[in-house]
């Protein structure tokens, strides 16, 4: 399994409260995604990262911010949490575009 | 932009049987393209990627096919076993490089019955 860690698991936070799930890998791979799964509407792309400090929008960025100061971290921020950004959020890393693309096993938010 | 569609969104078949799940996609402009399994509460596992050059790929009792110009990618499952019950999402890169990550289907659920 590729190694892929994400942080917290799960959490439970209040409408307006910034949150910041992490994602920690140990393949030395360049590219990093943040997903979202909802029932209904599958799994979209929120940023990405192509490098140290080399990020850009997915799908549905609006509310979300990424950085990535380490090859092997790439952090996924809300800044004022809202109960439409209740889901499931997966990391995925990739050697090359051309690579196979490895999930983590999510993180689980839920916004009250 | 990148669509995804798998058809059926789920199926049910006895055990021992073998089958197909059908993904099609509307930029054939491709590198590549993945199918992944998810059990519940999991994340996903990839299970075969193809590249364009390619038309089928091949892993155990698993086969997966490409037709670029036909917009669709199948996979097929020999001898189906309950273990086999997840969820098969098939994945396209949002365009044809892919370094802007992938576009999901739905998913087809799958339930084997022992």
């Known amino acids: 399994d590729a190694g892929i860690t994400q942080s917290p698991r799960h959490k439970v936070t209040e409408t307006g409260t910034p949150v910041t799930l992490r994602c920690h890998q140990t393949e030395n791979h360049r590219y990093m995604y943040w997903y979202r799964q909802d029932p209904g509407h599958g799994l979209r792309l929120i940023h990405y990262?192509?490098?140290?400090?080399?990020?850009d929008k997915g799908e549905v960025s609006d509310g979300y911010s990424v950085s990535r100061s380490k090859t092997e971290d790439f952090l996924l921020t809300l800044e004022s949490a809202t109960s439409s950004q209740t889901s499931v959020y997966f990391c995925a890393i990739s050697e090359s575009t051309l690579q196979e693309l490895f999930f983590g096993e999510g993180s689980r938010l839920t916004v009250l | 932009k990148q669509e995804v569609t798998q058809i059926p969104a789920a199926l049910s078949v006895p055990e021992g049987e073998n089958l197909v799940l059908n993904c099609s996609f509307t930029?054939?402009?491709?590198?590549?393209l993945q199918w992944f399994r998810q059990d519940p509460g999991k994340g996903l596992t990839s299970l075969l990627l193809?590249?364009?050059?390619?038309r089928e790929q091949t892993s155990g009792r698993l086969n997966a096919s490409l037709d670029k110009s036909s917009g669709r990618s199948t996979l097929y499952i020999a001898a189906s076993q309950p273990g086999d019950s997840a969820t098969y999402l098939c994945a396209a890169p949002y365009s044809g490089g892919g370094a802007d990550g992938l576009t999901f289907g739905k998913g087809t659920h799958l339930i084997i019955q022992p």
């Open positions: 193809i590249q364009s050059s390619q």
């Open positions: 990262s192509y490098g140290v400090k080399d990020t």
């Open positions: 930029d054939s402009a491709i590198y590549n």
